[in-house]
């Protein structure tokens, strides 16, 4: 592939558009996911050209809970637990998770996902569309069934969307006439709330 994308334009911190949406499936998915850097450079870690999105603090019932990932697969963006859907990774940390997707040979997501149970909808891999927005930000999920990519079979949509929890003036501007800081966070005003005061009071109060 070639690399069409800024991945400095790369949003730093996902998060959910409303604070009940949440992924649901064999546990309980993180509702919020950080950019996967490395320790060490700090380059964006990718997939497919696309960056891998990460939370540690996931809840499996017992031993060790892994990590919540969320990555592009050459279609589809794809949300996986690093232990019910990726193989040969123990002990999840930053540094582990750096080292399993930059291994050699290239990850390839139809060999090494397990079980999937959430993918997005069909993103075209060099759109204008995805080249502008290579994130899984705004883009419908489906709840799946299936051990591996091979065998997925898509069920139904989900009510989950995401959004950047980042605010940039420019690119990603605070809902409901609110000012982002210098530091990328909403000082959200008049009853409105969400990381990007998107979520507005049930009674009017602008």
């Known amino acids: 592939y070639q690399c069409f994308y800024d991945l400095s334009l790369n949003c730093e911190q996902l998060g959910m558009a409303s604070s009940d949406m949440k992924f649901q499936g064999a546990h309980a998915y993180s509702t919020q996911y950080s950019l996967l850097r490395s320790p060490h450079t700090n380059e964006v870690v990718t997939t ?19 990590a919540d990932i969320i990555l592009y697969n050459g279609l589809r963006w794809v949300l996986v ?8 990774l123990e002990n999840a940390t930053v540094t582990s998770l750096c080292a399993y ?7 390839d997501a139809s060999k090494l996902l397990g079980k999937i149970e959430f993918i997005s909808e069909p993103i075209q891999y060099d759109s204008s569309e995805n080249i502008r927005n290579p994130s899984p930000v705004d ?20 009510s989950v969307t995401m959004i950047c929890d980042i605010c940039n003036n420019q690119t990603n501007p605070c809902s ?9 966070h909403c000082e959200c005003r008049n009853g409105a709330e969400g990381s990007l005061c998107q979520i507005t009071p049930l009674s009017n109060g602008f």
């Open 48 to 66: 497919y050209d696309h960056p891998v999105y990460y939370n540690l603090s996931s809840s499996l019932e017992g031993g060790d809970n892994g």
């Open 81 to 88: 637990n690093s232990i019910l859907g990726l193989r040969n």
């Open 101 to 107: 997707f930059q291994a050699s040979p290239k990850f």
């Open 139 to 158: 883009v419908e999920w489906f709840e799946t069934t299936g051990d591996n990519m091979t065998e997925i079979e898509i069920m139904t949509r989900s």
């Open 176 to 184: 409901n006439d609110n000012l982002c800081s210098p530091e990328g």
